[in-house]
């Protein structure tokens, strides 16, 4: 007899809907009109149509303790998910959203499955009426537990503060929006602790959060952060137990880049923009730029070539001439440790002059950053494609992997491409040279390409019209390797 249960599913609706009420009507409208998503809003636009299952709704001393959480698909596949609702406390941390936050986090690393966390909130809140008692597990603690296992995205879609922001450093990749900040403690904390006058923005915001690294990429608003989500996430396997998945992109076969003789300037000192050289390369001429506002004289991108997922590292000769400085370094060390987890080939496209020299280069580190990258490509254990375009001197020929006895799966250079300490005109300088020694390194460095190529320096000069081709080629001859059980992968040693 249904009656039996009216009561009680009566109950149960009324205490979903009073979760699902969220902060309530007089918080979500202004939300509303000013075009921002609500926490549930965000995850259903985030997930596919109707994929979503919630966990712990009916937690917590507040509707669903102030975090949305559970589980669900992106483009078919499953995830774990937690959004922090502004609109209930401020999004704050009580002790029943702390087991949510590590309860799916067991779930992504029990079911091998991605984590997303979208921050909003304002940290730890003082204990309230109703809080389940007791102490719980550490979600910090099971976050970090999943590095380098299973996918971990965070967005930052408002303020968020304290315990739920170091959140964003700890995962693979980050992205916020231009009014969200993020910080360890927020304005009014920071003027009763240190006397400090200043705004969420000046704290936390995008112009302090990507300049620092705290966070990788900037998207305009709600929709837009969730797409890019989305769309890195589609590069990756669900986790380091899985391969990336094949892509037909409609341009996966071999081609040669007449337009490249165009992009890359045959003189060595000009400038171009490695993004343009990267689109002619990639598969329908699209790729994803992680941290494109910080460390910029580094590309590092996700793209696909004949439909595999690849991490490039390239050189941006439009910025201090390519020169890797302390931020590029940081940059790419972290890229390349991600690619080599989750099994996605590397790509490095070289042209620079070297680490970047100078005072301020060394009081900021550029010899630890630049042995963290070193440490971090050198230990890598995915397939490596070295390509040098037109120069690589000195320690940034190491940190871009040119060294072909590194592990590295093919390794190639452009006629012409110069190498070696430093360049000819600097070594001249360097040794007081005359003008027929100055003519002489000139000549050397011109013709070190082939001295390269002739030690086997290089496995062979291209021309640069070949560069997808001999690329894919470099995915081919490595097919069987990558096509072996995937695993975790181990890494030994002391980062720098």
């Given amino acids: 007899m249904t009656g039996d249960w009216d009561a009680t599913l009566d109950d149960l609706a009324q205490r979903r809907a009073t979760a699902h009420a969220m902060g309530g009507a007089d918080k979500l409208a202004p939300r509303r009109e000013a075009g921002r998503l609500d926490a549930r809003s965000r995850i259903g636009a985030l997930l596919d149509d109707g994929s979503f299952t919630e966990i712990g709704a009916l937690a917590g001393a507040a509707p669903a303790d102030a975090l949305v959480a559970g589980v669900g698909r992106i483009d078919g596949r499953p995830v774990a998910v937690g959004a922090e609702d502004f609109t209930t406390l401020g999004g704050s941390i009580g002790p029943a959203a702390s087991r949510k936050r590590w309860r799916i986090a067991d779930i992504a690393r029990r079911e091998r499955i991605p984590l997303v966390m979208l921050l909003e909130g304002a940290g730890h809140r003082p204990p309230m009426p109703g809080d389940p008692g007791g102490g719980g597990p550490g979600d910090l603690g099971a976050q970090g537990s999943l590095s380098g296992l299973v996918p971990m995205v965070c967005g930052v879609m408002g303020s968020s503060a304290g315990h739920g922001a170091i959140t964003a450093p700890l995962c693979d990749f980050s992205v916020m929006t231009p009014d969200a900040a993020i910080f360890t403690a927020g304005p009014p904390v920071v003027k009763a602790a240190l006397g400090e006058e200043v705004t969420k923005a000046e704290l936390g915001g995008p112009g302090v959060a990507i300049a620092s690294g705290v966070v990788h990429n900037v998207a305009a608003d709600d929709i837009a952060l969730l797409a890019d989500i989305r769309t890195y996430l589609s590069f990756f396997g669900s986790s380091a137990w899985e391969r990336p998945p094949s892509v037909d992109t409609g341009d996966t076969g071999p081609r040669r880049l007449d337009d490249l003789l165009d992009i890359v300037p045959r003189d060595g000192n000009a400038a171009y923009d490695m993004r343009l050289a990267i689109s002619a390369l990639v598969d329908g001429g699209g790729f994803f730029q992680v941290q494109p506002d910080f460390g910029s004289s580094i590309v590092c991108a996700l793209a696909r070539i004949g439909g595999e997922s690849i991490g490039i590292i390239a050189n941006q000769p439009s910025v201090i001439a390519g020169s890797i400085d302390v931020d590029a370094a940081d940059k790419a060390a972290h890229f390349i440790q991600v690619c080599d987890s989750f099994h996605l080939p590397l790509v490095f496209l070289a042209d ?129 390797r990558r096509s072996g059980e995937a695993t975790p992968v181990a890494r030994t040693g002391i980062t720098p």
């Fill in 352 to 480: 620079n002059p070297g680490v970047l020299a100078g005072q301020a280069s060394e009081r900021a580190g550029i010899l630890r950053a630049g042995a963290r990258m070193f440490a971090a490509q050198t230990r890598a254990q995915t397939v490596k494609v070295h390509v040098t375009l037109r120069k690589a001197y000195g320690f940034g020929s190491s940190v871009m992997a040119m060294n072909p006895y590194d592990e590295q799966t093919l390794s190639f250079g452009f006629p012409g491409a110069t190498l070696g300490a430093m360049g000819a005109s600097g070594a001249g300088n360097a040794v007081g040279a005359d003008e027929a020694t100055q003519a002489e390194l000139h000549q050397a460095e011109n013709e070190s390409s082939y001295r390269s190529a002739n030690g086997l320096s290089f496995d062979d000069l291209i021309d640069p019209r070949d560069l997808r081709n001999v690329v894919i080629e470099g995915l081919a001859v490595s097919a069987q």
